[in-house]
T-cell receptor, first 113, second 113 residues
């Protein structure tokens, strides 16, 4: 079954701790993306990567970091510098090119206690 | 960042009714995508549009790419309870595009059996 997996589904962390969210895809897509979704709001782009070993900041990158060491993996680290990290985080992937469809994973809900 | 104006923000309809929602922008888009998100899940792609004036159907769903390239609409005919969810429009800008999708704020649809 081809698709995008995110783990864990629910994640709790204490204030001041870093936490890493996993995103894996077996669709052979070159591009991967991380979005943040808050209640009643649309999706905001955190980081994206169009090719292995390269990534760019999105609209709300502050307090987050990513790596893209493998084509199928794009982990997101929420650092202690992120002021309001409680949110629903979505990972997506697409084929390369400027106008391709993005496909989403099931999401991870992060709650800071 | 760029914004898409999606309306209405929410709808509460009776089962069997038709639904219409739209997205507009002051910028020109090269693609329009419509997604549906169930509670606690990732968005699922419903319809993708790539040509101005294009009208595409997927079962009871019909979407159109506006002639001006600045708008799109989604219609759902004969709504059923499982249509409940949040519907997002998204698009790639014609100019300066780097593969990033611009998202609308979403339309929350509730269907009364």
């Amino acid at each position: 079954d081809g698709g995008i997996t995110q783990s864990p589904k629910y994640l709790f962390r204490k204030e001041g701790q870093n936490v890493t969210l996993s995103c894996e895809q077996n669709l052979n897509h070159d591009a991967m993306y991380w979005y943040r979704q808050d209640p009643g709001q649309g999706l905001r782009l955190i980081y994206y990567s169009q090719i292995v070993n390269d990534f760019q900041k999105g609209d709300i990158a502050e307090g987050y970091s990513v790596s893209r060491e493998k084509k199928e993996s794009f982990p997101l680290t929420v650092t202690s510098a992120q002021k309001n990290p409680t949110a629903f985080y979505l990972c997506a992937s697409s084929t390369s090119g400027a106008y391709n469809e993005q496909f989403f994973g099931p999401g991870t809900r992060l709650t800071v206690l | 960042g760029q914004q898409l104006n999606q309306s209405p923000q929410s709808m509460f309809i009776q089962e069997g009714e038709d639904v219409s929602m739209n997205c507009t922008s002051s910028s020109i888009f090269n693609t329009w995508l419509w997604y549906k998100q169930d509670p606690g899940e990732g968005p699922v792609l419903l319809i993708a549009l790539y040509k101005a004036g294009e009208l595409t159907s997927n079962g009871r769903l019909t979407a159109q790419f506006g002639i001006t390239r600045k708008d799109s609409f989604l219609n759902i005919s004969a709504s059923i309870p499982s249509d409940v969810g949040i519907y997002f429009c998204a698009g790639h800008l014609l100019s300066g595009n780097t593969g990033k999708l611009i998202f609308g704020q979403g339309t929350t649809l509730q269907v009364k059996p």
